[in-house]
Nanobody, 128 residues
Framework: QVQLVESGGGLVQAGGSLGLSCAASGRTFSLYAMGWFRQAPGKEREFVAALTWSTDSTYYTDSVKGRFTISRDNAKNTVYLQMGSLKPEDTAIYYC?????????????????????WGQGTQVTVSS
């Protein structure tokens, strides 16, 4: 089992920046990837960004490319999401996710079905 605890989030004005953290505990040696999803009211949970633990490869949904950065601290088993140039449409609950083997095919990170563990979520609100 892997436990995920998110922190950060809050209220920010459009154009501002905000950072999220997600600390993993438990069987962290089995981690293959960690990522972030978000869910706005009345919408499906959608992929935001992912990072593979062994190769440090990163993946982003198109709407956040150039604005968000995913990174990690191996020693702390923590993944970060630095969000910049925030827009009101970025308002959502942000969820941290972790994947352990067996992993999905190709660039499977965009699909929720391959992620095994989830955090409790943290609210991000961007005011216009």
């Amino acid at each position: 089992q892997v436990q995920l605890v998110e922190s950060g989030g809050g209220l920010v004005q459009a154009g501002g920046s905000l950072g999220l953290s997600c600390a993993a505990s438990g069987r962290t040696f089995s981690l293959y990837a960690m990522g972030w999803f978000r869910q706005a009211p009345g919408k499906e949970r959608e992929f935001v960004a992912a990072l593979t633990w062994s190769t440090d490869s990163t993946y982003y949904t198109d709407s956040v490319k150039g604005r968000f950065t995913i990174s990690r601290d191996n020693a702390k088993n923590t993944v970060y999401l630095q969000m910049g140039s925030l827009k009101p449409e970025d308002t959502a609950i942000y969820y941290c996710a972790a994947e352990v083997p067996p992993v999905g095919p190709g660039n499977h990170y965009y699909s929720r079905r391959w992620w095994d563990y989830w955090g409790q979520g943290t609210q991000v609100t961007v005011s216009s």
